[in-house]
């Protein structure tokens, strides 16, 4: 215990009430019935400085409960809230957490960002959220040439502290998203023609395990670890830093441009053609939304087009400046925190995520547009209010993947698909409302099934689910083969043999629960 703790009335009180518990002689309610906090925040409080604890109905409390990027995530009510300043508190808290597990069960839930998507991914009910909000480091090493990042850091943090050394990581591309859950997760970044997914960057991972003990894995040590980390999620311990390889940056092109719906298939025509020749445009990276916003209150297409050189409006996307009808065009020589701020979600709305990918195959682009036009006029008779759909369409080609082995490898599977380019597709819907909830997860689901459907229908579907968009009734770690499943499953019992990972944080992919 940090020796600077201070001592105030109140934590004097709770330390003697969990004293008291612990010995098993009286039930902490019955000593202090209106001062005592949950059993567990209290466990925390006697482990950490009491400053490190946040509770309901304090500012700092209700800040940070309120920017979660779904509100859904915000009408969860965790206990308290514990934040600490750096690894060995951590530890410290992970391990009273765990270790009063045959007293009473510390359930809680892991927070970098809190972008996760569903409710519950990184918030939990009457439980505590260990949030990693002050790990927030981003220091450049010119020695090694790594990036060593916090899993509390944002995007935003990586990007603006980068740039002005003329070095870049390949990250994610929204400013918001936070560095843990993201590269966990597998993460697609803008470098990823050229560098692979954001997870294949990390040549060192620095963990907690469960027991509260420190880990490192990486290709040399611990190389199964290092190798379940990249797309196995929450299921191992607490990562507290990355070690990212770093590459020279000297500013990048891109932005968003917005044509009329009418133009859609020429836009899918030319995504499956941008694709295909990703391997000879190694800078290039191309997103293609189909869009609706109720305030606008027509269909819109919205293109993100993102160049890792400054170089303006390049070659590569000349199937698309062919497509007339712009109506809106924010490309220019850009910076990637400028690219990444663009992309910065609002935190008031009520949110959908869910994937599915198939084959880079025009048909399916076309009927997942068909299929979109008829949820939507749907959705347009029943919702009400301020709402939104982004339907999201992605390249995966095989230039993403090529390097995943030699680098210590991942779980993601996709070595399964040879050279097969494939297309990732997303409906992020918004509303507000909780009356619509059931309206719009519904509206969502049905996207993915009957698309699903199709692409099954004509031999281009893929198993692959995308954890990081994944909706909570997805399955995302069973879609990597079963090889990899098996592989998530003996490193989460290796480094967590008494399985509190499964047990205690019910957030995030659970490997205790695929079959
Ligand atoms: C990008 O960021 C760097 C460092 O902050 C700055 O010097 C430069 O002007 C920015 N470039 C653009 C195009 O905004």
């Not at 809190?114 to 790990?135: F, R």
């Not at 599977?413 to 992020?428: D, I, K, S, V, W």
């Amino acid at each position: 215990m940090p020796a600077t703790k201070m001592v105030g009335l109140v934590e004097l009180l709770i330390a003697a009430a969990v004293s008291t518990a612990t010995a098993q002689k009286e039930a902490p309610q019955a000593v202090l019935p209106a001062l005592l906090p949950d059993f567990c925040c209290a466990a925390l409080s006697r482990a950490l400085p009491w400053s490190r604890l946040l509770f309901p109905h304090h500012t700092a409390f209700e800040t940070r409960h309120s920017s979660y990027f779904n509100v859904n995530q915000q009408t969860i009510n965790p206990s308290c809230i514990v934040q600490p300043r750096d690894h060995g508190e951590v530890a410290l808290a992970v391990a009273a957490l765990t270790s009063t597990s045959k007293f009473k069960p510390c359930k809680f839930a892991i927070r970098s960002g809190g972008h996760g998507t569903y409710a519950g991914a990184s918030n939990i009910d009457a439980g505590v959220v260990l949030d990693l909000k002050n790990l927030n480091t981003v220091k450049y090493d010119a020695r090694n040439n790594l990036v060593d990042v916090g899993p509390g850091a944002t995007w935003n943090d990586v990007y603006t502290t980068l740039e002005p050394l003329g070095i870049m990581i390949a990250g994610g591309r929204s400013s918001l998203v936070g560095v843990g859950g993201l590269t966990l997760g597998g993460g697609i970044s803008y470098f990823s023609p050229e560098h692979g997914f954001v997870c294949d960057n990390v040549v060192e991972f620095s963990l907690v395990l469960a027991s509260g003990r420190f880990a490192f894995a990486s290709k040399t040590s611990n190389p199964d670890l290092f190798m379940a980390l990249k797309g196995g999620g929450n299921n191992f311990g607490v990562v507290i830093s990355f070690a990212f390889r770093a590459f020279k940056y000297s500013g990048m092109w891109g932005g968003l441009v917005v044509y009329p719906e009418t133009t859609m298939h020429d836009q899918f025509k030319a995504l499956v053609n941008f694709a295909n020749k990703i391997e000879k445009n190694p800078k290039g990276a191309a997103i293609v939304m189909s869009v609706y916003q109720s305030t606008v209150g027509v269909p819109l297409v919205s293109n993100a087009y993102d160049y890792a050189e400054p170089v303006s409006r390049p070659a590569a996307y000349d199937e698309f400046f062919a497509i007339p009808g712009v109506i809106a065009d924010t490309t220019g020589i850009r910076n990637m925190s400028s690219i990444a701020q663009e992309w910065e979600g609002v935190t008031t709305h009520s949110v959908f995520f869910g994937t599915l990918t198939f084959a880079n195959d025009l048909r399916v682009m076309k009927q997942a547009h068909e299929i979109f036009k008829d949820v939507l006029s749907h959705l347009k008779t029943k919702a009400t209010g301020d709402w939104g759909i982004y339907t999201i369409y992605q390249p995966i080609p095989p230039a993403y993947w090529k390097d995943s082995e030699a680098r210590g490898g991942n779980v993601l599977g996709f070595e399964r698909f040879n050279n097969q380019a494939l297309c990732l597709y997303l409906p992020y819907i918004s509303w507000q409302g909780a009356e619509q909830d059931a309206l719009f997860q519904a509206s969502g689901a049905e996207l993915i099934k009957r698309i699903r459907k199709y692409a099954e229908s004509i031999g281009a579907d893929n198993p692959f689910l995308y954890l990081n968009y994944a909706d909570k009734t997805q399955d995302p770690l069973a879609t990597y083969g079963a090889a990899n499943v098996e592989r998530i499953r003996a490193v989460a019992k290796k480094y967590d043999p008494h399985e509190f990972l499964q047990n205690l944080v019910p957030g995030g992919f659970k490997i205790a629960n695929v079959s």
